[in-house]
């Protein structure tokens, strides 16, 4: 009976000591998202943005709701597999935000700028488009983005980072198409 105390005694002491549970890290990867930069090349220069990405009905239905803040050069894209006519509106959205349309070929198709917080209004290009990036409102306007620059995320946006992604956009005027084409 002493031994089995002692076995008993013995495991509980390890369960405890574990460094953190593997549901901890888990829910740190959700609370800590991977970022994914996206390009903007335009007329008045070229933008980097770190942005979260919506890939799931369920990500991409809850977008930014109930956020207090977005950084200055973050956002989150919403990626449209296959493209699609998307609309999308502000219910719940706390915070004033720059949606950027992108057509197939990664220009900018429309910009709806500083959509208010909890409007209803529902806001599309009405074409296809490949994605919606969010921005913080006004972020646009400050930058001078405006509809046709264009656009590129992933590995060809910034090839030179050697991310690991499956979520690489690569229109045809992006630095890694123009090393392509001159290599």
């Not at 950027?100 to 599309?124: C, E, N």
């Amino acid at each position: 009976m002493m031994r089995f105390a002692a076995f008993l005694a013995l495991g509980l002491l390890a369960a405890c000591s574990q460094s953190k549970p593997v549901a901890d890290d888990a829910a740190a990867a959700r609370a800590a998202p991977a970022l994914l930069p996206v390009l903007i090349r335009g007329a008045k220069g070229v933008h980097r943005f770190d942005v979260e990405v919506a890939r799931t009905p369920q990500e991409q239905q809850t977008g930014l709701m109930f956020r207090k803040e977005l950084a200055a050069d973050g956002g989150m894209l919403f990626p449209m597999e296959p493209p699609r006519t998307a609309s999308f509106w502000m219910k719940d959205t706390l915070i004033p935000l720059d949606l950027l349309f992108v057509h197939t070929d990664g220009t900018i198709a429309f910009i709806k700028a500083q959509a208010q917080p909890y409007d209803r209004t529902p806001v599309s290009a009405g074409v296809p488009v490949a994605a919606v990036l969010e921005l913080r409102g006004g972020r646009a306007a400050e930058l001078g983005i405006a509809e046709g620059d264009r656009v590129a995320w992933g590995g060809c946006a910034v090839p030179q980072d050697k991310r690991a992604t499956d979520l690489n956009f690569c229109p045809s005027d992006t630095p890694l198409a123009r090393a392509d084409r001159s290599g």
